[in-house]
């Protein structure tokens, strides 16, 4: 790791501040979560496609996290907890929890669905939901799930990592993934500024929680994502402020495919799309969900215009 007094050259390009969105999660219960990835501008970083960040909720007033059986492809699904507790199940027949500081990554592949639910002793609930585009040779691989609890890592400058996914600050997450990724949550002390070796072919964006830290150089506001190209050898975080600054790095090896995306399905073409949402509705590919108290989800109409293929920004 460089440490802050050293000469460190930075591209030229400055850093791209992607701002949120508010998004109604799940079915008629559902809860509001803040998007910054997909948009117009961008589609992808790395192979990450998808960027939900949500509270801190008071669940006694929002009713938490209820999110019916629903299905997915062509993806794999990133869950990660500041406050509170949820409640995962699949078709793989995986009975889990999301835990603060713990990984789940559950891999779509050719089909899977899954429930989400936040547990009756969570008062508070507050994290990120983040999806991985798979690419073309293994997105129709079987269906998976890890957990993880990565332990923390001091970050000299004043800090610490948990790296839940790739490699960062000499830790790396035994969590498989299909393409180059780097996903850790970041925490810095007051005053400090941490200058982080990273992967020079990776293009990384820093999703912020709380606190306005600074990527080299350029304010990031809480709930923004910032976006850094790749060529950087490091990257250069300070928080000014007197008060802890919390975010999310994340990053990955451009991701150089077309993308279809539409509801919970990535594939490369609207006519995969339409299949899947038919698969769905005839309750085939997908299995179920034991022991989710309700009904499914029912899949959306398809939009009356063709769905158009996205990918990175060049």
Known sequence: MS??????????????????????????????????????????????????????DDVSRSGGMDVAPHPHIGLQTVSWLFSGEIEHRDSLGVHAYVRPGEINLMTAGHGICHSEVSTPATTQLHGVQLWVALPEQHRDTARDFHHHTPHPVPLEGGGEARVFLGTLAGDTSPVPTFTPLLGAEL??????????????????????????????????????????????????????????????????????????????????????????????EKGSRFGEVHGYPGDRLPAPELPSIPLKPRGRVR
């Open 3 to 56: 440490t802050p007094g050293d000469l460190t050259i930075e591209p030229t390009e400055a850093i791209e501040i992607l701002t949120p969105r508010d998004v109604p999660l799940g079915g008629p219960r559902a809860m509001t979560v803040r998007r910054t990835l997909p948009q117009r501008s961008r589609s992808l970083i790395g192979a990450w496609c998808f960027v939900d960040h949500y509270g801190p």
């Open 187 to 280: 925490t810095l002390a007051p005053h400090a500024t941490v200058t982080l070796d990273v992967d020079p072919s990776y293009e990384h964006a820093l999703l912020v929680d709380h606190g306005e830290p600074h990527l080299a150089g350029t304010p990031v506001p809480a709930a923004h994502l910032a976006y850094a190209t790749p060529g950087r050898p490091t990257l250069t975080l300070t928080n000014p402020s007197p008060t802890p600054a919390r975010a999310i790095l994340l990053g990955g090896t451009p991701f150089d495919e077309q993308i279809v995306m539409w509801w919970n399905f990535i594939a490369r073409s609207g006519e995969e799309i339409a299949q899947a949402r038919l698969d769905w």
